[in-house]
């Protein structure tokens, strides 16, 4: 396998992938709002406070964790019209969050977002009309719903609407008018916009890659928190080496977006050990990395990784206790997150129904490197 950037643009756009933004820990200000007077607040009906209430049962910020009063209390805020709310408990039933998953729901909560022209919820409604998911299978309508969303402001439409262009999902293949509507979603400073428009510089037919340019479209998505330009990132460091960057930052950008939850990040690390670039030549540690990307990314991990496995089973003989370590790593590494987010959010969560894309093809090697999140 070589170790080409892995995965720059994210595979399909109608693999749809839920995921959460998680937010960092609150700040000791943070920690001594009164949660008493939210309460109360919430209680008499007031939509801020109850906002603010199953934010704070969502995270475990001044009350016990509680998902299913999360949900009791966006559902409060929902029922009062409160859009946000309603996006808010639409993913929650995308996700099986705190309610029992129901996309049909999702959906219902969705549209009636978006009946109060809430771009957040024409976005998350269209990627599950690309998808048929909850509801039926209809490109026209989610393109429709993401040239209304673009036109209110909303950079990850412009995104999106990039990426049918790029793949040709109910519009003929168009890589100009692609890079149009990624600049656009950049100008808007989106940070899936910075990072599809980066993996586009390195995958278009015809382009001289621009590496500088590419390093710093993912830096400005990587610094929100998004977790594949972090990945991203690392491996275009890795890649160039030549770039301006800190000692060990490529290694470091790869561990800490592994330990969030990205597979193709363990497995680039996997690789990095059996190769002995940037790490320790180890096949122990590799073969550690690549149970480690399976088991987080189930079978399009495993799919990918398989020769390689097979081929260091048979040189690594304590695969059993191996094993296990990766199974005990996981459950301290438990995530998998579409957003670190670095700043303190007023209102958590902030949920997006996610359409990933990857290029099918590594370009440098021609093997197929096409992976879902």
């Known amino acids: 396998m070589p170790l080409r950037t892995l995965f720059i643009l994210r595979s399909h756009l109608l693999s749809l992938v839920v995921t959460l933004c998680l937010l960092p820990a609150m700040s000791a200000a943070a920690e001594l709002v009164d949660i008493a007077e939210v309460q109360t607040k919430a209680a008499q009906g007031f939509v801020k406070q109850e906002l603010e209430l199953a934010a704070d049962y969502y995270v475990g910020r001044g009350v016990p ?10 559902r409060k805020a929902a029922d009062q019209g409160n859009p946000a709310a309603q996006v808010y408990l639409g993913y929650m ?23 109060s022209n809430y771009p957040e919820a024409k976005v998350n409604l269209a990627a599950l009309y690309l998808r048929g998911d909850g509801v039926k299978q209809d490109t026209q309508e989610a393109l429709r719903l993401l040239k209304s969303a673009s036109d209110k402001g909303d950079g990850r439409a412009d995104a999106y ?41 390195a995958n278009a037919p015809g382009r001289v890659p621009d590496i500088a340019g590419e390093a710093r479209l993912l830096r400005l998505s990587a610094d929100t928190g998004y977790l594949p330009a972090i990945h991203d990132l690392g491996m275009l460091l890795v890649n160039h080496p030549g770039l301006p960057q800190a000692p060990q930052e490529a290694t470091n950008l790869l561990l800490f977006a592994a330990g969030v939850g990205s597979w193709q990040s363990s497995a680039a690390l996997g690789l990095l050990s059996r190769d002995g670039r940037l790490l320790p030549k180890d096949e122990r540690a590799a073969y550690r990395w690549f149970r480690i990307a399976v088991l987080q990314g189930g079978s399009p991990a495993e799919t990918y990784l398989r020769p390689e496995l097979r081929r260091m089973a048979k040189n690594v003989t304590d695969t059993a206790s191996i094993d296990q370590e990766a199974g005990e790593w996981l459950q301290v590494h438990p ?5 670190v987010l670095r700043n303190e959010l007023k209102y958590f969560p902030i949920q997006e129904v996610y359409a990933t894309a990857h290029a099918p093809v590594d370009n440098e090697a021609g093997n197929q490197t096409e992976q879902p999140n």
Request: with cysteine; glycine share 8%; hydrophobic share 40%.
């Open 161 to 201: 609407l990039g990426m049918v262009s790029y793949l040709g999902t109910g519009v003929p293949v168009d890589f100009a008018a692609a890079e149009a509507w990624f600049k656009k979603g950049v100008k808007r400073r989106n940070p899936e916009a910075e990072c599809f428009l980066a993996g586009l510089d």
């Open 65 to 74: 964790k509680d998902l299913t009063q999360s949900a009791y209390w966006y």
């Open 93 to 115: 039933y995308t996700a099986g969050i705190g309610v029992p998953q129901d996309k049909a729901e999702a959906v219902r909560w969705y549209t009636r977002a978006a009946s």
């Open 335 to 339: 995530h998998h997150d579409l957003f």
